[in-house]
């Protein structure tokens, strides 16, 4: 049998198309069986106050249509427009790391999206740490 399987911790919560669930006492495999369905462990959610990069405003809107609080008509084709814009920057590095991340989000695959964004955020904080290109001043010729 195929479909999303994740482990989740006693007492830990997540949420499945808009329902906030919490495990039992003991340590859990929770499958998903339909391809559409829209999961997040509360675990890996991002608070707001976090969202300070292009690829963590990514994140969160895929986090709010997970948990409804987005319209997928809206807000799907503003994510790919920002992942076009992020392709050229991360080509360099990997040409797949955007494809694949575009991918997964117009199947609406939004779980294995937001795990690929966790495992490039490291890349872009590396990127974002890096410092600005400084130009040196371009010493004119004097001609006499």
Excluded: W
Aim: aromatic fraction near 4%.
């Amino acid at each position: 049998m195929s479909g999303l399987v994740f482990k989740v911790a006693p007492g830990e919560r997540f949420i499945i198309n808009g329902a906030t669930l919490e495990n039992g006492d003991k340590p859990a495999r929770i499958r998903v069986v339909e391809g559409d369905a829209r999961v997040l462990r509360c675990r890996d959610a991002m608070h707001p106050s976090e969202v300070n990069t292009p690829l963590k405003q990514v994140y969160y809107a895929i986090q709010l249509l997970v948990t409804g609080d987005l319209k997928e008509d809206d807000t799907v084709p503003a994510i790919d427009a920002e992942c076009r814009r992020l392709e050229d920057v991360f080509s360099h590095i990997d040409a797949e790391l955007i494809p694949v991340l575009r991918s997964m989000i117009g199947r609406g695959n939004y779980y294995s999206a937001m795990c690929h964004l966790r495992q490039i955020m490291p890349i872009e904080a590396e990127l974002l740490a890096l410092p600005a290109a400084r130009s040196e001043p371009v010493h004119q010729a004097r001609v006499a």
